[in-house]
Nanobody
Framework: QVQLVESGGGLAQAGGSLRLSCVFSGGTFSMYAMGWFRQAPGKEREFVSYINWSGESTNYADSVKDRFTISRDNAKNTVYLLMNRLKPEDTAVYYC???????????WGQGTQVTVSS
């Protein structure tokens, strides 16, 4: 059973940075593409970023492109999301996911709260 555990959320000021981590267990991590999604209060969950199994292919939502960087360490079974130049509109619960199918996934983490103050 795949399990995902996020960490690294918290409070940041606008213009600041945070790095989220997601530890994978219950399978062979290097076989799975990984994604980050987020859900702000009163809004639908939205895609943030994707990374393929090797880390050679990535994709970003337009709203975070050039500010966020996704990466992975297959030796540590971990995927990261480095968030720079944070904006108040980045405030949301961030989820990592795998078993990706379009804008949904088979497995989700519990989420980590990111709050950006202006």
């Amino acid at each position: 059973q795949v399990q995902l555990v996020e960490s690294g959320g918290g409070l940041a000021q606008a213009g600041g940075s945070l790095r989220l981590s997601c530890v994978f267990s219950g399978g062979t991590f290097s076989m799975y593409a990984m994604g980050w999604f987020r859900q702000a209060p009163g809004k639908e969950r939205e895609f943030v970023s994707y990374i393929n199994w090797s880390g050679e292919s990535t994709n970003y939502a337009d709203s975070v492109k050039d500010r966020f960087t996704i990466s992975r360490d297959n030796a540590k079974n971990t995927v990261y999301l480095l968030m720079n130049r944070l904006k108040p509109e980045d405030t949301a619960v961030y989820y990592c996911a795998t078993g990706l199918r379009g804008n949904t996934a088979d497995w989700w983490g519990q989420g980590t709260q990111v709050t950006v103050s202006s």
